[in-house]
């Protein structure tokens, strides 16, 4: 395709989750592209990342305490000067989408999710129930769904990470986003030898936050006296660390390479999370040939496959939660899962293949766009 002057437009550049690794991979097809966003905290970022031409506001008010003025973030993110740019990529859930274009430029958005605090999906932050905040929290909220609805109309096309999100960007905006599943390191391979007959445990890993619970895992687990390790730190790692027995192991935060060894060696991997957006972490976990153990809702339910890939429990509740942990652990013990099958199952999440449909998807609307400038 004719080589647009592209621009990424990013809502933060806080922490190195699935998100900002797929920007990364994104800016890699456009190497020389510069990155907008409105906080950059680089020591939290990958080198890779942090090697990008990046442009944030730096010391303004809504970087040092974003939380207090995110009734302002619309008009901040409004205001981006792109007039140089042919190509707008934006990449996010809340304020890129918005970003203002002209009928010269083409902008593709790919929503990460229509934003959880304003439609009632659980989110790591609890003080928005608190009585304090409520009056102030409702008002803002509303004048914050209608700017998101009207920003969600601005991009040409809308793409997002899975088929569970699209659904909820029709509900919410009305439009159609085509799925092209995020980069997903299936490819990983990990020193560790397999020494399940030695050592077996269970593993979980995510930010210690309420709304992922991992303090019913905690519960069952106690009550099971099966080992549980947890990689991941968090607001709520006092807590969970009080309420657990000795057959529950935290590391902390954890490197790739240490984080797929555990992987590679336990028996399987716990995903308590409602609701999910897509579920990066369980793909991982299932390159190593491990099965999974998640709550049925979101879009987990389009990468592990009930019975083969592991299985689901259905309320977040300790009776039902214990109950599917027996069957799941039961299933183990008898072979149930096929690790290889596992393994192929989750090579469609691959980088190369997020690459090569995300690219593919960029030139055929751009090569559209000219057709139509002409």
Known sequence: MDKPRVAFIHDYLVQYGGAEKTLEIMSDIFPEAEIFTGIYKPALLSEKLNSKKIISPGTSLLSKWPKYFTFLMPLYFENFDLRNYDLIISSGNAW????LTKPTQLHISYVHTPPRFLYKYSVE????????????????DTSLRVW?????????????NSHETSKRIQKFYRREAAVIYPPVDVEAKSAAELDNLRA???LAAGRLAAYKNFDLIIQAFNLLGLQLEIIGTGKEEAKLKKMAKDNIKFLGQASDDVKFQKMNECLGFIFPVEEEDFGIVPIEAMSQGKPVLAHRSGGVLESVRDGIDGMFFDKVTLEDFVSKMKEFD????????NSNSIKDHVQKYSVSRFKKEFEAFVANKWNQFLSEQK
Request: aromatic share 22%; no cysteine; proline share 7%.
């Open 330 to 337: 039961d299933n183990i013990k008898k072979g149930v899962y």
């Open 96 to 99: 890129a989408k918005g970003v």
């Open 148 to 160: 998101d609805y009207i920003s969600a109309q601005r991009p040409d096309f809308l793409l997002t």
């Open 125 to 140: 932050s609890t003080n928005r129930n608190n009585w304090y905040y409520k009056p102030f929290v409702s008002f803002i």
């Open 200 to 202: 077996p445990f269970y």
